[in-house]
Structures are given as structure tokens and as C-alpha cells.
């Protein structure tokens, strides 16, 4: 690999420089943003193989182009890696991130105009469950369920009554911003007395349940699980479809050839090794860590005036309410912390009054620092410079200050993959 860091440094310095730019800012910055991480090493390798040049339309045994021998082999690998560590009867591997996983899912079991019931945008839900401003959103009818602020607790009645009245062909669950754990029992339950489907975008927390320190979906009967590979599970960027054996076709259908043409070969290898690595008791001890460590951060924060929202968190996620604990909009606050090489994200709130690009909170979450090999000690330090930074928002002097401590913790934990 340096041998081609050498090439690409003599040919596009341009290129390399910004490669080698992101390199230094990872090393010497905590990465807090909760659907980020730091990937394996190998998977950087899998990522650069020889497989980035094959294309290989269809499925291992019935592809459309030759010379699949290898390609059929390392698919089947992620395939068979991802039944036995989320315990399901079938995966798809070939989706290219979490937005086409996700339609596939809708597409392939839906009729468009058919009714979804997922969780609201502000409350934690994805873009792709149905925002308005999303094309599925008008593709598809969405009706919406929120959620207790206060505690981030769900009012079953209140669901079961929506889908009573609606009707949902599907019940979707899961989140992009919620910090807590979901009754899966509830959901399937009420889809059951409307004869709906059960879906649950595991993207975020995946690698949690593959550590089992949360829930499975599968553990209690539902029938489509989605994920993407990278966020907690430390792959690289792609997706997957996980179903029961009696929704295999219709969702390969629809993958391929129905919304994709050839799958990113490149990225199956590296989600195989992915899958692979979760599968070793050291992952186990890895997502028991994130949770120690996701709790660690809520309560220093909690402890230094911060407002989280559902008072804490039963995840790798936690979301601050800037407006209320330090008079600062997320965006400003995001970029704040920044300048102190602690990387954020603005985000809304429930039912927030403020625009989506300067709402009233950041999101931040713990796989990427615990990849590092950071505990609770060093969480507590985090939040100290957290609330320090954002308290005094016109001190740059202070900032400069924390921006040399954040590198000297930084230096005490590398980069995996980064020399």
C-alpha cells in the first residue's frame, strides 16, 4: 500500500494531499459523530483490491458476466457471515449505503401509495422513513408516531391507535437519533393485529446487536432487519437486507435488478471481514465498552449542567439540547467544538422550533473513540472539554488551550489503519 501513497503522491499531489489532511485531522481529533467510526485495516485493504474492478450483476451461481469464481466466493462469505451473527434466515449484501437498502425493503414488498407507520423525523427517525422532503416520502404514504421527550419513552396506545385507524402495510422502528433501546415485543404485536410487515433499521446501533448488549429484532419475530455496514459494526460504507427465508426473493428482486446493477464487489469483501471480526469474542467486549462509554459521557455531561435528550441513553448515542443548557444553537455549537478537534453534529430535537441547519442540539456517540481504545475515564475528560468550550464560546484563548490537551489525549490512541 505505501508503494501506491508513493504513486499517488508523484502523479495527483493534489489528491494525496487532501487524503493525507483527513489523515492528521482524524489522528489528532476525536471523532464523537455517532454514525462514524474508524474501519479495520483490512477492510482499507479490501476496499483497494483488485475486486474494484469486476462487475458482477446477479447473484453468486447466477451472474450475468464471467470470470465470477472469486466474487461468488467472498459474496457467499458476507452472506452466510451476516445470517449467523444477527440470527436470520437470509441476507442481501449488494445494497450501496442505507437509503437504497431501505427503498429496497419499500419497493420490494410495497405497492406504492401502501401506508408505513414510522417513527417522526424530529423524534429520531431517518430521512428515509418517509421525510416529506425524501421521494419515498412521496412515494409512499407515511404516517408518523412520536415519542415522550422527556424520557424517550413510545405510548403503545397511541401507536396501536394509528395503526388501527391507518392500516400500515409495514411497521418500521429504528432511528438515526434516539438514545434508547425499542420494544420490538410492542411493534410486532401491533403489526400483527393489522397484518403488517416488521422492519427495523438497525443501522446505528447493528454492531450493539451483534455484541448483544441490545436487543435482536429477529429475537422476537420480525420479518426484515436493515443495516448498514460501517456506523457501530466498524465496515465499510454499504447496506444489507436481513429477512426471513420467506421474503428471500422478493427482496433480492428487488435489489437487483429492480433499484441497483452491479454491486461494489470491493465493499462485499470488506463487509465480509467486517462480519467476520464481529463474529470474534474480542467485538463482544468491544460493544460492552461503547455502552460503558455512551453512559460514561451522558452522566459527565448530565453532572456539568448539559440537557440530554430522554435524560440519557441506552445506546452508543446521546443528544444534547444546546439551546437550553448553554444558549447556543447546534450549528454554532458544532462548530465550536471543532476548533477543539471534538467532531459533532448539529441536530434537531423532537417537535424543534428551530430550522433544520441551526437546531437546537448536536448528536455525538462513542464506537469511533472506543475504537480508539478510550474508556470512561477519558469520557469524562471529553465532556469536560465539551462543556468547558461551549460555556465560554468567545474565549479563544481557552479553546487553543483544550485544542492541545484533545491532541495530547489523541496521541495516546492511533488511528487504526493510520500509520
Not at 493534489?14 to 489522528?27: A, L, M, P, Y
Not at 467510526?37 to 483497494?48: K, M, R, S
Not at 410486532?188 to 403488517?196: F, L, R, T, Y
Request: charged letters at 25%.
Amino acid at each position: 500500500m505505501s508503494a501506491y501513497r508513493d504513486l499517488l503522491q508523484q502523479t495527483d499531489p493534489e489528491v494525496f494531499n487532501t487524503i493525507s489532511g483527513e489523515e492528521k485531522r482524524q489522528s489528532e481529533g476525536i471523532e464523537l459523530i455517532p454514525s462514524e467510526n474508524y474501519t479495520y485495516p483490512e477492510v482499507l485493504c479490501a476496499l483497494g483490491s483488485v475486486f474494484t474492478n469486476k462487475y458482477s450483476e446477479g447473484y453468486p451461481g447466477r451472474r450475468y458476466y464471467g470470470g465470477q469464481e472469486f466474487t461468488d466466493q467472498v459474496e457467499e462469505l458476507a452472506r452466510q457471515r451476516a445470517c449467523e451473527l444477527f440470527g436470520c434466515e437470509h441476507a442481501n449484501v449488494q445494497p450501496l449505503s442505507g437509503s437504497p437498502m431501505n427503498q429496497a425493503v419499500y419497493l420490494g414488498l410495497l405497492e406504492p401509495g401502501d401506508t408505513i407507520l414510522a417513527m417522526d423525523l424530529s423524534h429520531g427517525g431517518h430521512l428515509t422513513h418517509g421525510a416529506p422532503v425524501s421521494h419515498m416520502g412521496g412515494l409512499f404514504n407515511f404516517v408518523r408516531y412520536k415519542t415522550n421527550p422527556a424520557d424517550g419513552s413510545i405510548d403503545f396506545d397511541k401507536v396501536r391507535d394509528m395503526a388501527l385507524k391507518n392500516k400500515p402495510k409495514l411497521v418500521l422502528c429504528g432511528y438515526t437519533s434516539y438514545p434508547r433501546d425499542l420494544d420490538y415485543a410492542a411493534f410486532k404485536a401491533i403489526a400483527d393485529e393489522v397484518g403488517a410487515y416488521t422492519m427495523t433499521d438497525a443501522s446505528h446501533y447493528a454492531g450493539l446487536v451483534a455484541g448483544k448488549v441490545m436487543r435482536n429484532p429477529f429475537d422476537f419475530g420480525f420479518d426484515v432487519v436493515t443495516t448498514t455496514s460501517h456506523k457501530s459494526l466498524r465496515g465499510p460504507r454499504g447496506g444489507m437486507v436481513l429477512c426471513s427465508k420467506e421474503l428471500a426473493s422478493k427482496i433480492d428482486k428487488s435489489v437487483f435488478p429492480g433499484l441497483q446493477g452491479g454491486p461494489h464487489m470491493n465493499a462485499i469483501a470488506g463487509i465480509a471481514i467486517t462480519l467476520g471480526k464481529a463474529l470474534q469474542p474480542e467485538f463482544r467486549d468491544y460493544a460492552v465498552q461503547v455502552l460503558a462509554n455512551a453512559k460514561a459521557l451522558g452522566k459527565a455531561l448530565m453532572d456539568r449542567g448539559g440537557d440530554l435528550i430522554t435524560g440519557g441513553t441506552d445506546n452508543h448515542m446521546l443528544v444534547l439540547e444546546t439551546r437550553k443548557s448553554f444558549g447556543l444553537d447546534g450549528r454554532t455549537a458544532e462548530e465550536l467544538l471543532d476548533t477543539v478537534g471534538l467532531t459533532t453534529n448539529k441536530q434537531i430535537i423532537p417537535d424543534d422550533p428551530n430550522p433544520p441547519l441551526r437546531p437546537s442540539g448536536i448528536r455525538m456517540g462513542t464506537p469511533a473513540a472506543t475504537t480508539r481504545g478510550m474508556k470512561e475515564e477519558d469520557m469524562v475528560m471529553l465532556a469536560k472539554w465539551m462543556t468547558e468550550t461551549l460555556k465560554n464560546p468567545d474565549d479563544t484563548t481557552k479553546h487553543e488551550s483544550i485544542r492541545r490537551d484533545v491532541v495530547a489525549l489523541c496521541s495516546s490512541f492511533p488511528v487504526p489503519g493510520i500509520s
